[in-house]
């Protein structure tokens, strides 16, 4: 077997696991409560106006705060068994190596933050599957609750922000919202990684609960400039101000720090004891 199929394979058997995690039944439900509460009003107003809309909701939904939590929080909670030792890791790292059986732990992160991220896209999608528009322009339904009091008549509890469809095109938005609300993700499992297996476990969660509330911290207590500074909203395209934070910037930054934390997870593994013992405890 070669080394790019053991890792494969290892990120694969973690993911096989998710039909008996309770955990991920949790998230489904979480996730299915909070983007349903989000998109059926805007149901109601197409229903009412008896137009179509088309499919490039998410980049919208991703930039709301609350939910822009929610979805971080729910990493936290998928990753929150990192780095994902169950009774046959031991034998599993022994026959496979350290080197390889870390970066199929990773792989697996980047895979599971991938299918998280596409399933909020679909579940963004589901409550239109009668009355999606499909077309690369915005549309008229996301153009007129952008731009009338639409939003509020409908209790719309997010914000359709103009200035994201003047700056991006649905494809580039609605892309570049994925891939950074994917790197965003990944981040926090690989930080989840590293601390759980130096500190113990809970000290991930702990960090990127904090991480996650920095938010908070600038919105009520600091300057937007301090944005840039905060990785969560690094993944956020409607802070994007062509100043102080660009997609570019915050590709860049989160590039950096999934490298770091890559090679901090490597360096963890490599000194910490891994023997069946040590393992298990």
């Not at 609300?181 to 991930?204: D, E, Q, Y």
């Amino acid at each position: 077997m070669t080394r790019l199929n053991i890792i494969n394979s290892i990120a694969v058997r973690n993911i096989r696991k998710w039909p008996n995690n309770p955990r991920i039944l949790t998230i489904i439900i979480f996730l299915v409560i909070t983007i349903l509460w989000c998109v059926l009003p805007i149901r109601a107003f197409l229903r009412d106006v008896g137009i179509a809309i088309s499919p490039w909701v998410f980049p919208f939904i991703s930039t709301d705060l609350y939910t822009q939590v929610a979805i971080i929080l729910c990493s936290v909670f998928l990753f929150s068994d990192a780095p994902f030792i169950d009774e046959s890791a031991p034998y599993v790292i022994v026959r496979s190596g350290r080197l390889l059986w870390t970066a199929g732990q990773i792989f697996h992160i980047f895979i599971a933050s991938a299918i998280l991220v596409v399933f909020i896209v679909m579940l963004t999608m589901l409550p239109f599957v009668n009355r999606i528009e499909w077309t690369v322009e915005w549309g008229k339904a996301i153009g007129t609750i952008s731009l009338t009091n639409a939003a509020s008549v409908y209790n719309i509890p997010f914000v359709l922000y103009q200035r994201i469809i003047y700056s991006f095109s649905p494809v580039s938005a609605m892309g570049l919202s994925m891939l950074l609300n994917w790197m965003m993700c990944s981040l926090i499992g690989l930080i989840m990684f590293v601390f759980n297996m130096s500190i113990g476990h809970s000290s991930g969660s702990i960090i990127c609960c904090t991480i996650t509330m920095f938010n908070y911290f600038i919105a009520n207590f600091l300057s937007a400039r301090w944005l840039r500074f905060s990785p969560i909203s690094l993944s956020n395209i409607a802070y994007f101000d062509n100043v102080n934070i660009t997609p570019g910037y915050s590709i860049y930054i989160l590039s950096a720090m999934i490298g770091i934390f890559t090679c901090a997870a490597f360096v963890v593994i490599h000194k910490k004891n891994l023997s069946v013992a040590h393992t298990l405890a």
